[in-house]
């Protein structure tokens, strides 16, 4: 099942800069694993913000709260979620 989620980050200004460094590290470290292995599929920033969005293939809603709860930045994230179907006029065989 395919979802077009939105997240915005919002870090305390007060974190310590180390502390900021970690997450994005290991933020950086698991979404590529999730893009690697087919979870989410495209992740595209929005230019200006501290914020992306984001399409990810998975079994159901219940799997995507449970990938989104693993991110390291998920306690500083305002998210949005929307369920996808296939449009009847895409051309592209791989939209499920």
């Known amino acids: ?3 077009h989620v939105r997240m915005t980050v919002k870090l305390p200004p007060s ?8 997450l994005k590290a290991d933020e950086k470290e698991l979404a590529q694993s ?3 292995d087919g979870t989410w599929r495209h992740l ?3 230019a200006g913000l501290y ?4 399409v990810f293939d998975v079994a ?11 991110l390291p930045l998920y306690p500083y994230m305002e998210i949005e979620v929307a369920a996808l179907c296939r449009h ?3 051309i592209h065989a791989d939209d499920r």
Do not use: K
């Not at 974190?15 to 970690?22: K, V, Y």
């Not at 914020?51 to 984001?54: E, G, P, T």
């Open 88 to 90: 009847p006029s895409s």
């Open 34 to 36: 999730l893009q690697r």
């Open 60 to 70: 159901d809603a219940q799997a995507l709260h449970d990938t989104l709860m693993r």
């Open 51 to 54: 914020a992306n969005v984001s």
């Open 15 to 22: 974190m310590p800069a180390e502390q900021a460094a970690r």
């Open 44 to 46: 595209w920033r929005i």
């Open 1 to 3: 099942m395919l979802f």
